[in-house]
């Protein structure tokens, strides 16, 4: 994932069912993070990112396969 102008400080992962797989508070210091996904099944993943200054979060779709 990455951050260009606007700081990220939370992300969110979700599986196709909506089930959470991962929650995580990430430092706004940074404009590029990692996401281990080497555990989780194939399938479609909904990546949400909390941006700073914007109320919305944004929504990606993820296809591991």
Same mark, same amino acid.
């Given at each position: =994932?990455?951050? @260009? ?12 069912? +909506?089930?959470? *797989? $991962?929650?995580?508070? =990430?430092?706004? @210091? ?12 194939? +399938?479609?993943? *909904? $990546? ?18």
């Amino acid at each position: =994932v990455f951050a @260009s102008q606007n700081k990220v400080y939370g992300i969110e992962l979700f599986s196709v069912n +909506g089930q959470r *797989v $991962l929650n995580q508070k =990430v430092e706004t @210091s940074k404009s590029e993070y990692k996401i281990d996904m080497a555990y989780m099944a194939k +399938g479609v993943y *909904v $990546l949400k990112l909390y941006i700073e200054g914007n109320t919305d979060s944004k929504a990606f779709k993820l296809i591991k396969e």
